[in-house]
């Protein structure tokens, strides 16, 4: 028997995992790619943070990403993927996200005016991601925030 439990994510995460993962119908938990791994290390956490508790808000404009527990884990973790667990995996996803956004576009720059734009365009398409989902003034505002984590690369 398969459970299958909803998980809150925001839709251009939702997008993002669609593109390394299977996740239609339901993202199936098992050690195979890393987001299953990170809510099966969940999953094993048996504490429970109320959603009264304001540090672990998700927000608006979610999404529910079904999650399939096959048997095993069901009987050795139980189903409860509390909302404390649901923001750290957002937190998870959207950093994977943001490094991916950094290491593709970073070492295509030249330097041209309007060329970050055109790539931060292209990158969002490229996970079919609208700007419902992500207005494009918010990923201009995570490209300004973390490109100062980003090595420097030389170009020759």
């Known amino acids: 028997m398969i459970f299958v439990l909803p998980v809150s994510i925001k839709p251009f995460l939702r997008n993002y995992l669609a593109h390394y993962c299977d996740i239609e119908p339901h993202l199936l938990l098992s050690y195979k790619n890393r987001y299953s791994s990170f809510l099966i290390t969940c999953l094993k956490q048996k504490t429970q943070i109320f959603v009264e508790d304001k540090k672990y808000t998700l927000g608006d404009n979610l999404v529910q990403l079904m999650v399939s527990v096959p048997e095993h884990y069901e009987r050795n973790y139980?189903?409860?993927i509390g909302v404390k667990h649901q923001y750290w995996f957002n937190k998870f996803v959207q950093e994977d996200f943001i490094h991916q956004m950094l290491t593709t576009i970073t070492p295509s720059l030249t330097g041209r005016k309007g060329e970050l734009k055109a790539q931060l365009l292209k990158f969002r398409e490229r996970?079919?991601?609208t700007e419902d989902?992500?207005?494009?003034k918010t990923l201009e505002k995570m490209w300004e925030r973390?490109?100062?984590h980003m090595p420097r690369y030389r170009l020759n």
């Not at 989902?133 to 494009?136: G, I, K, T």
């Open 78 to 80: 139980g189903i409860n």
């Open 127 to 129: 996970y079919n991601i």
């Open 133 to 136: 989902d992500l207005p494009f």
């Open 146 to 148: 973390n490109k100062v």
